[in-house]
């Protein structure tokens, strides 16, 4: 869960008004980046990649801030079949904020049918080689059945050692599937870094103040020994953007491994899911699910009743007035820091 801090209109310093190109001047969206841009400090972006390469990025600027006191929340209903529950309103429902009702709800929606931003990240390391050809195909696939040209988006990143964007942004599933085919498995595992970099470079401006569903669906043991930054971080930056992990593992050992509780942390601290597929056929069933899932869900916004500006992180929970409804959204969200 993520409080929007602020809403960030970028002028030209000399400017005495605001043009119409310096108001669409929001806050940029990262361009594309390369696998030297993950192997560096994930706390310090290149600046020229942030502005993509824009001439008028060194430019003086003078950004106003203005704090908008704002929760959204995402979130899914089931019965207790686990079947998804999609005729709810918002009396069906209420919400806690730090076990404190809210000030007000703001706004809610049934979000069957948002425009979807979603990353797709592959496990390209060496401990994955074994299925790799079939995860492949099947992330193809399910690509060609989530992404509606003209409507929804996705990018496809490829993680070893390091992160590496093979497409942008894109509804061309030819691009996309041409991106997914292209990896090679080899190397190390740096699981961390590839979800933190997904979400604060793709994901956490994107199409601000548009409704739009973000996701990243992970293809991966879980077995992360290369990143730079740690689970906590990982997590905390998928929070701050709205981001939701499925997270779909690639381990057959048939065994319990350490991984596996990786994902899940991953997924159940972002209100997602994780899958664990005994066999490579269940895979397509996993994937299946999660296209399901993105267009089954509720979303609603919320005024805190009162919120300090201190960077904390507060609890969430939303609660169906029929007990037999269950409901799975993110357990949080992070006050901005002054």
Not at 57 to 68: G, S
Not at 153 to 159: E, L, P, Q, S
Not at 286 to 306: C, D, V
């Amino acid at each position: 869960m993520k409080y929007l801090p602020a809403i960030v209109l970028t002028v030209v310093a000399l400017a005495e008004c605001l043009t119409p190109s310096a108001r669409a001047q929001l806050v940029p969206n990262s361009g594309a980046y390369s696998e030297a841009y993950y192997s560096g400090n994930p706390a310090q972006p290149n600046p020229a990649v942030l502005n993509g390469g824009d001439a008028q990025a060194n430019a003086p600027i003078l950004t106003i801030r203005k704090q908008v006191e704002e929760v959204n929340v995402v979130f899914t209903a089931t019965d207790s079949h686990g079947k998804f529950v999609k005729n709810l309103s918002q009396s069906d429902f209420r919400v806690l904020d730090d076990n404190q009702p809210p000030q007000s709800i703001l706004a809610f929606q049934r979000a069957t049918n948002l425009p979807l931003r979603v990353g797709l990240l592959v496990d390209a390391s060496g401990s994955v080689r074994s299925r790799f050809g079939f995860e492949q195909n099947s992330a193809t696939q399910f690509l060609t059945q989530v992404v509606h040209a003209g409507w929804d988006k996705a990018f496809v990143i490829g993680f070893n050692s390091h992160s590496q964007l093979m497409q942008d942004y894109t509804d061309s599933l030819p691009k996309l599937s041409s991106a997914i085919q292209a990896l090679h498995s080899h190397g190390g595992t740096a699981l961390f870094d590839a979800i933190y970099f997904a979400c604060r470079d793709k994901l956490l401006n994107v199409d601000r103040g548009q409704p739009v569903r973000r996701a990243i669906v992970v293809l991966s043991d879980g077995e992360d020994n290369q990143s730079q930054v740690s689970l906590a971080k990982a997590i905390q930056m998928a929070q701050r953007a709205e981001v939701v992990v499925y997270a779909i593992s690639t381990d057959d050992s048939g065994l319990v491994m350490r991984g596996d509780g990786v994902l899940e942390q991953l997924a159940t601290a972002t209100g997602g899911r994780a899958f664990f597929p005994n066999k490579a056929s269940e895979v397509n069933h996993a994937f299946s699910s999660i296209e399901e899932e993105l267009r089954s869900q509720y979303s609603l916004a919320y005024k805190p009743a009162q919120l300090n500006p201190d960077g904390s992180f507060h609890s969430i929970e939303i609660v169906a007035q029929n007990k037999k409804v269950h409901v799975r959204a993110r357990p949080g969200y992070y006050a901005p820091a002054q």
